[in-house]
């Protein structure tokens, strides 16, 4: 066990715990080659640690779940909330020099050096949000971590550790991985540190964290609130969202005949997306009474149930509150050869959010860029991203209140926020064209659908889907 200096680590609690009082997140990555002495390191400083808040992370090999889902999938599930620190004892470095040594493709779909540009975009994006990335390479004389290696080979109980250190020796690039990955800094700098001197050692480690969480307090106390502007022009007229309504139709018999036809049709797209472990996220927004939910309900009315995730968004609880916006639907993104429906989405953001006051400019306006970069990755890892946004005119949506309102089996789907929301009708319009305009993209593209006819949205929707599967899946 390696002691730490008492008054360092004093000084450590305090200001760990003044973080946790502002409500920063905290991630702290320790990478370095085997036998470097960052169990020991990572060891020390998880002693010092308030345990309320503060949680280890170990990257191990993949395992077939992890395989199943997207590359980051995991790091973004294990998001500390604010306030808490998270030490990642290797992390999403470690799992791309495993991946790319060992070839492991099965959920990348793209060059390896694609993934690195997720990576980047990961920190980035945490970083914009309020949260703080402390990186740190350990590393120790090569000689020395032989004789290491060597001693704990003789011990029975450890012989098994000393095997496994050797293998990672001798068949991962790691070290000169992670040479280019320090030299290239894209947004938090590394701190490297010498283990050979293991006191140094832990009193580096904590100075640093001391000093870089010393510097985000007094910024922190610094800051002044940005105040609320959602950004809306005065007398917007959309170009988006104007149809024709009244050509925008299909008759009631060629609605009867080709639903039956598109939905058979999509079933066998989602054994063929299960045969080539390929997920498909289909996203719905729009305006209110626009027949979402009833869109996706025909889509999924002939699929295997086994086989699709349905994800009804509504707001935020507070543990969703207290973390990334895009923590809570990342935990939902369908495993590969599986289907996700999202009616309503992360694109709350930049439309609620934006429209009702609760992020700020720089948060919505960050939050395209930022939303792409998820989704990219997203692809990266082979997903089928397609986004629907259904627009009806403002009569027909009256139509539908009050049609809802006069039918008690209906009067459940009519609440008090939507009356609220159609008060706000431009404004939707406004933001709804941000949004589509900014984030309609060739790894996940919009198609905003006129929702007057609802025979004609649905039909509209599923051939849609059914040919950009086509053009994507292999079997097809």
Known sequence: MVEPDKELEFQLGEVTRTIHNLGIPVMIVIEGPPASGKSRLSNALYMALDAKYTDFIATRPPREFDLRHSFMHRYWNHLPKEGDINIHFRSWYAQYIEFKENNIRDNIKVDFDEIEEDMDNFEKTLIQNGYEILKFYIDTA????????????KNPILKWKAEEFQERLEHFNYEGEMERFIAHDA???????????????????????????????????KNIREKVSGGFTTGFETELFNFDFDKETVEKKVYKERLPELQKRMREIQFQLYKEKRPLILVYEGMDAAGKGGNIKRTRALLDPTGYTYN???????????????????SKIPRSGHVGFFDRSWYGRVLVERIEGFATKKEWSQAYEEINDFEKSLYNSGAIIIKFFLSLDKGEQLRRFLDRQGRPEKQWKLTDEDWRNRKKWDLYLEAGEDMVNLTNTSYAPWKVISGNDKRYARITALETIIEICESRLDGI
Do not use: M
């Open 142 to 153: 090569k000689d020395v971590r032989e004789h290491h290696i060597e001693k704990i080979k």
């Open 187 to 221: 947004y938090c700098p590394w701190t490297e540190i010498d283990f050979d001197d293991k006191k140094h050692a832990v009193k580096k480690l904590f100075k640093t964290i001391i000093k870089k969480l010393n510097k985000r307090i007094k910024k922190e106390q």
């Open 312 to 330: 009804a968004v509504g707001s935020p609880t507070d543990i969703e509150l207290r973390h990334h916006y895009l923590w809570r639907f990342a």
